[in-house]
């Protein structure tokens, strides 16, 4: 099926450093959610974003919902080594009729202590 | 955030039997759960849309007498693999949905599938 176009696709960072990802989609988007997923466990729910413009924090990690409703981005600051797993990032299409959430293919994030 | 429930964490079978797994909302009521696939270093792969009191709505591709899905009651959700094979064993992981106006997916913990 259809998926989000998630970058970057991995990351090999030194500890305390900043990181940022993002997904673009040729369609608009309303629903913006982001995901960290540590190896053998599901996907755990890190920042849901359902505004254009909107700006939400979570401890060291903000996202934003694109002003163009085709895009967000997920940064990480000051690292740390438990940071690591993939991250995906999911978004719902404007029109529900217009099926269920869509994945990006995953950002990798290794930490270097 | 709500917590979905999914079990067991991982199986082994022989091939050709079945296998159920479960996924419970525990906190909340969904009237969809969905199920996906994941291989290895690969992003979640959907393969069905369980809805509560009606069939389940498969993927293309995705063998619906071969992955039964039942969605009995709204904070159950069940996938059985029926006459399992090698090429079944995969992680498996579902999601519930919790329905408003901001809408969010809760992902339960997810079941390694080996078929010997």
């Known amino acids: 099926g259809q998926q989000l176009n998630q970058s970057p696709q991995s990351m090999f960072i030194q500890e305390g450093e900043d990181v940022s990802m993002n997904c673009t989609s040729s369609?608009?988007?309303?629903?913006w959610l982001w995901y960290k997923q540590d190896p053998g466990e599901g996907p755990v729910l890190l920042i849901a974003l359902y505004k254009a413009g909107e700006l939400t924090s979570n401890g060291r990690l903000t996202a934003q919902f694109g002003i163009t409703r085709k895009d967000s981005f997920l940064n990480i600051s000051a690292s740390i080594p438990s940071d690591v797993g993939i991250y995906f990032c999911?978004?719902?299409?404007?029109?529900?009729?217009?099926?269920?959430?869509?994945f990006g293919k995953g950002t990798k994030l290794s930490v270097k202590p | 955030g709500a917590v979905v429930s999914q079990h067991p964490s991982w199986v082994i079978c022989k091939s050709g039997t079945s296998v159920k797994i479960e996924c419970r909302s525990l906190?909340?009521?969904?009237?969809?759960m969905f199920w996906y696939r994941q291989f290895p270093k690969q992003s979640l792969m959907l393969m069905a849309t369980s809805n509560e009191g009606s069939k389940a709505t498969y993927e293309q591709g995705v063998e619906k007498d071969k992955f039964l899905i039942n969605h009995a009651s709204l904070t159950l959700s069940t996938l059985t693999v029926t006459s399992a094979h090698p090429e079944d064993s995969s992680f498996y992981i579902c999601?519930?949905?919790?329905?408003?106006?901001?809408?969010?997916?809760?992902f339960g913990s997810g079941t390694q599938l080996s078929v010997l």
């Open positions: 999911a978004g719902r299409r404007l029109l529900r009729s217009q099926g269920n959430l869509i």
């Open positions: 369609s608009i988007f309303n629903t």
């Open positions: 906190d909340f009521q969904a009237t969809t």
């Open positions: 999601s519930a949905r919790l329905a408003g106006p901001n809408e969010k997916l809760f």
